[in-house]
């Protein structure tokens, strides 16, 4: 805008940092010895001397504000005084501006939001996926729990139903031999089934609000003396001892005597259910307070000796549905509800309860301890009235006898009758399955154990099984017996309260040939053992057609076209007895007991087991494969009949040909002169 002489200063954009300053001293007489120095501040820490030279370049000067400032001197080496000066402002480059740093501190503020909303959200979604996984896994546990408990509540509806349907058919068929007995259980079966259905609609009500105390004044220890006592046959037979002790012979208190009575019942029920045989239940009763202490309480304690609780699951013993042992070899039935009923009728009555089970390694035992608040109403009477409880054997079946009998017989019992193993461990579906097997010979067995057991023993020509059972459930049970030698090869039947297709699955993929549901038919089950029984026929010959023990025949001819892994291991069974014996062939005093020893099997076992495959005693087998290698060497000419009898395992060829003829219907040579036609 001026001369750069009168320019105070000067503003350079970012493109011009390279640029060059000329200066000149007026001084005239000798001005080629002026001299010069100069400094730009900001840039030059002191004066930088210039000589004669007067000019200065800069360049890449960075943005800034800076003041150059230059003196001279005269040829006579005297300063001047006055100095002078330039500001030199150098603007920055676009992105150094203020605007470009608000924009960036706007990007950056931006991004940083961006960032930390984009954290939230990202903490946000992983807590919900983790909250999900757990409400996932919440649910899968709680359709599990839910499964579990249908299938127990299931299986305490189907078992009674069987009876109660069953008997109903057995004395409308046959009255005269069932009406007594089948009314019996009809009626204690129906009992059971009210009492479990009550029990529910009771929890409905209690958690509605709905239901009410009914509270009248009573003497409480006779009130429970009363249970007590009716408890007592019941625990003698199961071998169990009650005990009962309280501070005082009487105590008048307002209560609801049929609330109180379940919540007895439930609680007496449950020690005995879980107390061993020759165990003891203690029943004690005492007071909290002085007689006339405003809040005392009434204090009720039941103990067993049973195998207690875990600590772990204490705090939900009480739950609605929740069971100890959840698993199908849980050795005592229920659904969980009994506990949870309790826990809300000692709640309606403003008491309280609390569990206690010694840590494992102490003494085992469960104790129950109920709190209630001693009141009393005023009515009408002036003397209070004893309420007699309901009988408990009328409403409650906590346990059957143990006492079943092994075996069972019929009174059509015969020796040539096919035995059926019945695994079951309800008495009354024992009673009932039996009574539709007259025409059978039955063992029975209360659990799994104990059925796997008696199959051993015994090896029945069936096996009849439920799959819910103490020790050892049916499924178990029946992989076991398929993977035994002994008992491979005897058909299984599932009868089951277990009517899921998961379940049907199982008990097939396990190696039941037929899985029936409770209640079931009694045709049903007939026909399926006799169809079993005669595809075990069928076997027979097709297994003696296989290894030459059995002469083919019209009834023998008949297709076996389901031959499958088991019944194969059948036939390498007979191969390796047949091998067995066929190496002792040149030993005379070969014998059955002998035979037994080399395949590890007891006498009966083996009788059993061949006779079920082969329709051969073993003594019968060991010399109907003696007779076919006979029939093979006879083929042979040059045999004489002494030299086929030695080498049949016969010293005596007189006694082999009086066996010979006693099979074939013919003597070693007319066999021979008959092939040779």
Known sequence: KQSITYTKAITLNTTQNFFTLEFSALDLRAPE??????????????????????????????????????????????WSDKIAELKIKILPPWWQSWWAYLIYIFIIAFGLKSYLTFRMKRAKLESELVFEHQEAKRIRELDTLKT????????????????????????????????????????????????????????????????????????FISFLRYNVESFQSLAATEQKQLHMLSDSDTLILAFDAEKMRQIITNLFSNALKFTPAHGNVYVSVSQEGGITHPDRKLVLSIKDTGIGIPENQLAHILDRFYQLDNSQTRKAEGTGIGLALTKELVKLMNGTIDVKSPPVGATRGTEFIVHFPIITVHDADAEPIFIPPYKVHDNIEIGEKEASPRFLESNSYNSELPLILLVEDNADVVAYTASCLQDYKIAVGKDGVEGYDIAIDVIPDLIITDVMMPYMDGFEMVDKLRRDERTSHIPVIMLTAKADIASKLEGIDKGADAYLEKPFHKEELLLRIKKLLEQRKLLQAYYGRQIGIVADGDDMNKPVTDISYAEKIENEFIKKIREVVEANFSNSEFSVEKLCKLVFMSHSQLHRKLEALTDCSP??????????????????????????????????????????????GLTPQEWRSRQNE
């Open 33 to 78: 010895q002026n001299k010069y120095r100069y400094q730009l501040e900001g840039i030059d820490k002191n004066w930088i001397e210039n000589g004669n030279r007067r000019n200065v370049t800069y360049s890449h000067l960075p943005s800034g504000t800076y003041v150059f400032k230059v003196q001279g001197s005269n040829s006579l080496g005297i």
């Open 619 to 664: 003594n019968q087998f060991i010399r109907m494969v003696r007779l076919n290698k006979a029939k093979e060497l006879l083929t042979n000419p040059s045999n004489s009949i002494s030299t086929v009898a030695m080498e049949s395992g016969y010293n005596d060829p007189s006694y082999f040909a009086r066996i010979f003829k006693q099979e074939t």
């Open 148 to 219: 579990q408990l249908y299938a127990n509540i299931t299986h305490e509806f189907r078992t009674p139903l069987t009876v109660i349907l069953g008997m109903a058919n057995q004395i409308k068929n046959n009255p005269e031999n069932y009406m007594a007995s089948g009314l019996d259980m009809i009626a204690r079966n129906g009992n059971n089934l009210l009492k479990l259905v009550n029990e529910m609609l009771d929890l409905s009500k209690l958690e509605s609000g709905k239901m009410t105390l009914q509270l009248k004044n009573a003497d």
